[in-house]
């Protein structure tokens, strides 16, 4: 919680729920992400949060972009990125957007399949590939790994075929999982990247670029190391694998980005004895899985959460407005709450700038979708 957020919900007491998030603090994970990783270029994953206000200051400080869909990239190219910053790293795409995307200068595209990179030579002739390899996802908080990426072998074969198709054959991504707590991680996959890179270049195929994808966590409540940990041990494992022949690397951050930069204002509706079925109280915020908090699927993320009142704490239920019971917050997970908190209190749920605006429903029993002022 930043002066600066605390100030704006003191002054303008905006509706709730609402995200309000700091600029200040973009800005400077932006810059320790520069410093942890000097090298890399950064393309921000603006799923985490495509507010045009984020993307105007990235664009000012130089950042490139992972877009997934045509949408997102009219989105970047309307806050000023150029097309050669932009690179469309979904793996799944319509052949019509690929297309639009070519049309509007972007020649960077992702694959991990065959009937994708047909796609791709079809509807931008001549663009720059790169094929993700799966990884297990382990020490991830949010996985990624069972829906995408091929294993290394098919990942050869299929850069081999992009070069026959007339594309140029640039590089290898992977994603170790979102919300990475283990800086190891990148070890494995960036070993079988530098092994494909020196099988591919004795066939004459010189890859160019390695796309470290994203993971890099924001805290929330349990601590993760920092960044410069993250840094040294990424930096090392591309020296170890890669010796002096280092590719080009790009890194894909989203949370960490925007992450602990951002906070969302709920308010609580209900508080509820249920003893037939929990011995805690049900408390139920004006927010839940469906207005935003998706990333509480399996009690996966953890938002700090805290009220202003300072009496003692019980264990609690925390749930959602919608008629869904699927909209239940943290069951398992010990939350405590003052015991004299009052319905219509207002909470703050932390580090709530990633994956919170773009995951909320439109109008699920009429809740609008998340609110985000930036600031
Ligand atoms: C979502 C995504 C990212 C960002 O992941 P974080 O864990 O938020 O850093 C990066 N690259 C790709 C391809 C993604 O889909």
Redesign the pocket.
């Known amino acids: 919680m930043t002066r600066k957020i605390s100030r704006f919900l003191a002054q303008r007491r905006p509706q709730t729920p609402c995200l309000v998030l700091d600029l200040d603090i973009v800005a400077q994970n932006y810059a320790k992400l520069r410093q942890a990783m000097p090298d890399a270029e950064i393309?921000y994953?603006m799923?985490?949060n495509p507010a045009a206000e984020v993307l105007a200051l990235l664009v000012r400080l130089g950042s490139s972009f992972?877009a997934?869909s045509i949408n997102e990239i009219d989105l970047v190219l309307a806050a000023g990125a150029e097309p050669e910053r932009i690179s469309f790293?979904?793996?799944i795409k319509k052949q019509a957007d690929i297309a639009a995307a070519y049309a509007r200068g972007v020649r960077l595209f992702?694959f991990d399949a065959w009937g994708e990179l047909e796609k791709i030579a079809a509807a931008a002739p001549g663009s720059k590939v790169f094929c993700?390899i799966a990884t297990s996802g382990a020490g991830?908080e949010?996985p990624?790994s069972r829906k995408?990426g091929c294993d290394p072998a098919t990942a050869g074969s299929l850069l081999r075929l992009a070069a026959e198709l007339g594309l140029q054959p640039y590089g290898l991504?992977f994603?170790v999982?979102?919300?990475?707590r283990d800086p190891e991680q990148w070890d494995h996959a960036v070993g079988e990247a530098a092994t494909l890179f020196r099988m591919l270049a004795d066939d004459g195929i010189e890859l160019e670029m390695l796309?470290i994808?994203?993971?890099?966590?924001t805290r929330y409540r349990n601590r993760i190391p920092t960044l410069c940990a993250y840094g040294a041990v990424i930096r090392r494992s591309l020296r170890h694998h890669f010796g002096n022949r280092l590719p080009k690397v790009i890194i894909?951050?989203?949370?960490?980005?925007v992450?602990d930069a951002g906070i969302i204002q709920t308010e609580v509706v209900l508080i509820a004895d249920r003893e037939d079925v929990d011995s805690r109280r049900w408390v139920y915020l004006d927010i839940g899985k469906f207005g935003g908090l998706a990333e509480t699927i399996d009690e996966a993320i953890k938002y700090p959460i805290r009220s202003r009142r300072r009496g003692p704490a019980d264990r609690v239920v925390l749930a959602g407005p919608t008629c869904d019971s699927a909209d239940v917050l943290y069951q398992a997970s010990d939350y405590r709450l003052p015991r004299d908190l009052r319905i219509g209190d207002k909470l703050e749920i932390r580090s709530a700038g990633?994956?919170t605006t773009t995951y909320a429903s439109i109008a699920f029993n009429g809740f609008e979708p998340l609110r985000c002022y930036c600031i």
Not at 177 to 180: R, Y
């Open positions: 393309f994953a799923k985490a992972d997934a790293g979904n793996t992702a993700r991830a949010w990624l995408f991504s994603h999982g979102s919300q990475q796309n994808g994203g993971g890099l966590p894909e951050p989203g949370r960490q980005m992450g990633a994956y």
